[in-house]
Nanobody
Framework: VQLQASGGGSVQPGGSLRLSCTAS????????VGWFRQAPGKEREFVAA????????NYADSVKGRFTISRDRAANTVYLQMNSLDPEDTAVYYC?????????????????WGQGTLVTVSS
């Protein structure tokens, strides 16, 4: 089982990036998917999650109104659109597939993890 996260890079404060997470249909199709991030010297933290059919989404307070999670089930891809980026958003971002169709913010709810993609926000 492999999840592939991509789309990271360097951007100036206020800029935007879109992350993508792809996996096989077997991994994704009936599972919630989440994004987490880990900044240097900090714990991994929840960013956003989307239910198996895209109908339910939840976000960390720190990204509400700036980030949008979505999924394209036909393409087996989950996206994280990140706008108004701030240096505090600098981290390695990971996508993960949950054990169930709906999932929350706890990393223990997720069984498959991607390798991470680095996002750097700096002027």
């Amino acid at each position: 089982v492999q999840l592939q996260a991509s789309g990271g890079g360097s951007v100036q404060p206020g800029g935007s990036l879109r992350l993508s997470c792809t996996a096989s249909a077997r991994t994704f199709s009936n599972n919630a998917v989440g994004w987490f991030r880990q900044a240097p010297g900090k714990e991994r933290e929840f960013v956003a999650a989307v239910s198996w059919n895209g109908g339910s989404r939840n976000y960390a307070d720190s990204v509400k109104g700036r980030f949008t999670i979505s999924r394209d089930r036909a393409a087996n891809t989950v996206y994280l659109q990140m706008n108004s980026l701030d240096p505090e958003d600098t981290a390695v971002y990971y996508c993960a597939a949950a054990y169930s169709s709906y999932s929350g913010s706890s990393p223990s709810s997720y069984k498959y993890w991607g390798q991470g993609t680095l996002v750097t926000v700096s002027s």
